[in-house]
T-cell receptor, first 117, second 114 residues
Framework: KAGVTQTPRYLIKTRGQQVTLSCSPISGHRSVSWYQQTPGQGLQFLFEYFSETQRNKGNFPGRFSGRQFSNSRSEMNVSTLELGDSALYLC????????????????FGPGTRLLVL | QKEVEQNSGPLSVPEGAIASLNCTYSDRGSQSFFWYRQYSGKSPELIMFIYSNGDKEDGRFTAQLNKASQYVSLLIRDSQPSDSATYLCAVNQADNNAGNMLTFGGGTRLMVKP
Protein backbone atom coordinates (compact mmCIF):
# COMPACT_ATOMS: atom_id res chain seq x y z
CA LYS A 1 0.00 0.00 0.00
CA ALA A 2 1.18 3.47 -0.75
CA GLY A 3 1.83 5.65 2.26
CA VAL A 4 0.53 9.08 3.09
CA THR A 5 1.50 11.59 0.43
CA GLN A 6 1.78 15.32 0.80
CA THR A 7 2.22 18.04 -1.77
CA PRO A 8 4.09 20.19 -2.25
CA ARG A 9 7.14 19.03 -0.32
CA TYR A 10 8.71 22.48 -0.11
CA LEU A 11 7.22 25.91 -0.31
CA ILE A 12 8.49 29.48 0.04
CA LYS A 13 6.00 32.27 0.64
CA THR A 14 6.13 35.84 1.82
CA ARG A 15 4.34 37.41 4.76
CA GLY A 16 0.70 38.14 4.11
CA GLN A 17 0.25 35.51 1.45
CA GLN A 18 -1.85 32.42 1.84
CA VAL A 19 -0.95 28.81 1.22
CA THR A 20 -2.79 25.53 0.61
CA LEU A 21 -1.23 22.18 1.44
CA SER A 22 -2.57 18.85 0.29
CA CYS A 23 -2.61 15.39 1.86
CA SER A 24 -3.68 12.05 0.44
CA PRO A 25 -4.16 9.41 3.15
CA ILE A 26 -3.35 5.73 2.97
CA SER A 27 -5.98 3.96 0.89
CA GLY A 28 -8.95 3.08 3.09
CA HIS A 29 -8.00 5.48 5.87
CA ARG A 30 -10.80 7.85 6.76
CA SER A 31 -9.24 10.11 9.37
CA VAL A 32 -6.71 12.77 8.48
CA SER A 33 -4.93 14.89 11.06
CA TRP A 34 -2.61 17.83 10.58
CA TYR A 35 0.33 18.80 12.77
CA GLN A 36 2.84 21.63 12.83
CA GLN A 37 6.44 20.96 13.84
CA THR A 38 8.87 23.73 14.76
CA PRO A 39 12.17 23.60 16.65
CA GLY A 40 10.76 25.79 19.40
CA GLN A 41 7.30 24.32 19.93
CA GLY A 42 7.79 20.77 18.76
CA LEU A 43 4.94 18.82 17.23
CA GLN A 44 1.57 20.45 17.75
CA PHE A 45 -1.86 19.25 16.71
CA LEU A 46 -3.80 21.47 14.33
CA PHE A 47 -7.01 19.57 13.52
CA GLU A 48 -8.49 16.23 12.53
CA TYR A 49 -11.01 15.48 9.83
CA PHE A 50 -13.23 12.44 9.58
CA SER A 51 -16.04 11.92 7.06
CA GLU A 52 -15.54 15.45 5.73
CA THR A 53 -16.13 16.95 9.20
CA GLN A 54 -13.69 18.50 11.59
CA ARG A 55 -13.75 16.22 14.62
CA ASN A 56 -10.99 17.66 16.80
CA LYS A 57 -9.25 21.02 16.83
CA GLY A 58 -6.05 22.27 18.43
CA ASN A 59 -5.22 25.72 19.75
CA PHE A 60 -4.32 27.53 16.58
CA PRO A 61 -5.77 30.81 15.31
CA GLY A 62 -8.52 30.92 12.72
CA ARG A 63 -5.98 31.65 9.99
CA PHE A 64 -5.42 27.91 9.97
CA SER A 65 -8.24 25.99 8.36
CA GLY A 66 -8.79 22.71 6.64
CA ARG A 67 -11.22 20.54 4.82
CA GLN A 68 -11.68 16.96 3.76
CA PHE A 69 -13.14 15.66 0.56
CA SER A 70 -15.36 12.64 -0.01
CA ASN A 71 -12.34 10.55 -1.06
CA SER A 72 -10.72 11.38 2.33
CA ARG A 73 -8.07 13.62 0.78
CA SER A 74 -7.52 16.71 2.86
CA GLU A 75 -6.23 20.22 2.43
CA MET A 76 -5.14 22.77 4.94
CA ASN A 77 -4.98 26.48 4.33
CA VAL A 78 -3.07 29.18 6.12
CA SER A 79 -4.09 32.73 5.38
CA THR A 80 -2.16 35.93 6.05
CA LEU A 81 1.10 34.12 6.60
CA GLU A 82 3.40 35.21 9.40
CA LEU A 83 7.10 34.53 9.84
CA GLY A 84 6.26 32.23 12.74
CA ASP A 85 4.28 29.97 10.43
CA SER A 86 7.54 28.66 9.01
CA ALA A 87 7.46 25.01 9.93
CA LEU A 88 7.18 21.43 8.81
CA TYR A 89 3.50 20.61 8.31
CA LEU A 90 2.73 16.95 8.76
CA CYS A 91 -0.35 15.05 7.79
CA UNK A 92 -1.23 11.74 9.40
CA UNK A 93 -3.93 9.24 8.53
CA UNK A 94 -5.61 6.45 10.43
CA UNK A 95 -8.22 3.83 9.67
CA UNK A 96 -10.94 4.76 12.22
CA UNK A 97 -13.66 2.22 11.55
CA UNK A 98 -16.45 4.05 13.30
CA UNK A 99 -17.29 7.67 13.92
CA UNK A 100 -16.83 7.37 17.65
CA UNK A 101 -14.08 4.81 17.64
CA UNK A 102 -11.08 4.91 19.90
CA UNK A 103 -7.94 6.54 18.64
CA UNK A 104 -6.11 4.39 16.19
CA UNK A 105 -2.52 4.48 15.14
CA UNK A 106 -1.65 7.35 12.89
CA UNK A 107 0.83 7.14 10.05
CA PHE A 108 2.63 10.28 9.00
CA GLY A 109 3.39 11.59 5.56
CA PRO A 110 6.77 13.11 4.62
CA GLY A 111 5.58 16.62 5.40
CA THR A 112 5.56 19.96 3.64
CA ARG A 113 8.31 22.33 4.66
CA LEU A 114 7.03 25.89 4.55
CA LEU A 115 9.34 28.88 4.72
CA VAL A 116 7.77 32.32 5.17
CA LEU A 117 10.00 35.26 4.26
CA GLN B 1 -3.33 22.46 29.58
CA LYS B 2 -2.73 18.77 28.96
CA GLU B 3 1.00 18.13 28.94
CA VAL B 4 3.37 15.39 27.94
CA GLU B 5 6.90 15.58 29.28
CA GLN B 6 10.09 13.91 28.15
CA ASN B 7 13.72 14.41 29.03
CA SER B 8 15.27 16.05 25.96
CA GLY B 9 18.55 14.17 26.35
CA PRO B 10 20.74 13.37 24.63
CA LEU B 11 20.67 9.89 26.08
CA SER B 12 23.89 8.16 25.14
CA VAL B 13 24.19 4.35 25.35
CA PRO B 14 26.79 1.95 23.99
CA GLU B 15 25.89 -0.44 21.20
CA GLY B 16 24.22 -3.57 22.55
CA ALA B 17 22.96 -1.90 25.73
CA ILE B 18 19.37 -1.27 26.81
CA ALA B 19 18.07 2.24 26.21
CA SER B 20 15.30 3.41 28.53
CA LEU B 21 13.12 6.33 27.49
CA ASN B 22 10.53 7.84 29.78
CA CYS B 23 7.46 10.01 29.40
CA THR B 24 4.95 11.45 31.85
CA TYR B 25 1.54 12.91 31.09
CA SER B 26 -0.81 15.16 32.99
CA ASP B 27 -4.29 14.07 31.88
CA ARG B 28 -5.34 11.14 34.05
CA GLY B 29 -8.15 10.29 31.62
CA SER B 30 -5.80 9.55 28.73
CA GLN B 31 -6.26 6.09 27.26
CA SER B 32 -4.03 5.75 24.19
CA PHE B 33 -0.25 6.12 24.10
CA PHE B 34 2.19 6.00 21.23
CA TRP B 35 5.91 6.00 20.63
CA TYR B 36 7.28 7.45 17.41
CA ARG B 37 10.84 7.62 16.15
CA GLN B 38 12.00 10.56 14.09
CA TYR B 39 15.27 10.71 12.23
CA SER B 40 16.68 14.12 11.48
CA GLY B 41 14.89 15.68 8.51
CA LYS B 42 12.30 12.90 8.34
CA SER B 43 8.73 12.50 9.51
CA PRO B 44 7.77 10.52 12.64
CA GLU B 45 7.58 6.77 12.24
CA LEU B 46 5.35 4.70 14.53
CA ILE B 47 7.17 2.24 16.78
CA MET B 48 4.50 1.06 19.18
CA PHE B 49 1.18 1.88 20.76
CA ILE B 50 -0.12 0.78 24.15
CA TYR B 51 -3.55 1.09 25.72
CA SER B 52 -3.42 -1.18 28.79
CA ASN B 53 -1.37 -1.09 31.95
CA GLY B 54 1.68 -3.31 31.87
CA ASP B 55 4.22 -4.27 29.24
CA LYS B 56 3.88 -4.74 25.51
CA GLU B 57 6.74 -6.25 23.57
CA ASP B 58 7.51 -6.05 19.86
CA GLY B 59 10.89 -7.35 18.81
CA ARG B 60 13.61 -5.33 20.53
CA PHE B 61 11.08 -2.79 21.79
CA THR B 62 9.03 -2.94 25.00
CA ALA B 63 6.50 -0.29 25.93
CA GLN B 64 5.44 0.01 29.56
CA LEU B 65 2.38 1.85 30.79
CA ASN B 66 1.49 2.78 34.35
CA LYS B 67 -1.73 4.79 34.42
CA ALA B 68 -1.73 5.20 38.19
CA SER B 69 1.63 6.95 38.05
CA GLN B 70 0.89 8.53 34.66
CA TYR B 71 4.01 7.43 32.90
CA VAL B 72 4.90 5.56 29.75
CA SER B 73 8.31 4.16 28.94
CA LEU B 74 10.05 2.57 25.99
CA LEU B 75 12.87 0.08 26.34
CA ILE B 76 15.11 -0.70 23.40
CA ARG B 77 17.15 -3.85 23.86
CA ASP B 78 20.39 -4.55 22.02
CA SER B 79 20.58 -0.92 20.90
CA GLN B 80 22.08 -0.35 17.47
CA PRO B 81 23.66 2.78 15.98
CA SER B 82 20.70 2.85 13.58
CA ASP B 83 18.45 3.44 16.60
CA SER B 84 20.03 6.87 17.02
CA ALA B 85 17.11 9.25 16.55
CA THR B 86 14.63 11.38 18.48
CA TYR B 87 11.93 9.38 20.22
CA LEU B 88 8.56 11.05 20.62
CA CYS B 89 5.98 10.06 23.17
CA ALA B 90 2.40 10.92 22.18
CA VAL B 91 -0.83 10.76 24.13
CA ASN B 92 -4.29 10.94 22.61
CA GLN B 93 -6.07 13.84 24.24
CA ALA B 94 -9.35 13.72 22.32
CA ASP B 95 -12.33 14.07 24.64
CA ASN B 96 -13.85 10.68 25.44
CA ASN B 97 -11.07 9.21 23.28
CA ALA B 98 -13.20 10.07 20.23
CA GLY B 99 -10.86 10.44 17.33
CA ASN B 100 -7.27 11.48 17.12
CA MET B 101 -5.74 14.44 18.87
CA LEU B 102 -2.18 13.57 19.80
CA THR B 103 -0.21 15.67 22.22
CA PHE B 104 3.49 15.06 21.77
CA GLY B 105 6.30 15.36 24.22
CA GLY B 106 9.34 17.32 23.19
CA GLY B 107 11.21 14.14 22.33
CA THR B 108 14.31 12.43 23.69
CA ARG B 109 17.37 12.32 21.50
CA LEU B 110 19.02 8.91 21.67
CA MET B 111 22.61 8.36 20.61
CA VAL B 112 23.90 4.79 20.33
CA LYS B 113 27.68 4.69 20.18
CA PRO B 114 29.46 1.85 18.35
Amino acid sequence: KAGVTQTPRYLIKTRGQQVTLSCSPISGHRSVSWYQQTPGQGLQFLFEYFSETQRNKGNFPGRFSGRQFSNSRSEMNVSTLELGDSALYLCASSLTRTSGGAAETQYFGPGTRLLVL
Amino acid sequence: QKEVEQNSGPLSVPEGAIASLNCTYSDRGSQSFFWYRQYSGKSPELIMFIYSNGDKEDGRFTAQLNKASQYVSLLIRDSQPSDSATYLCAVNQADNNAGNMLTFGGGTRLMVKP
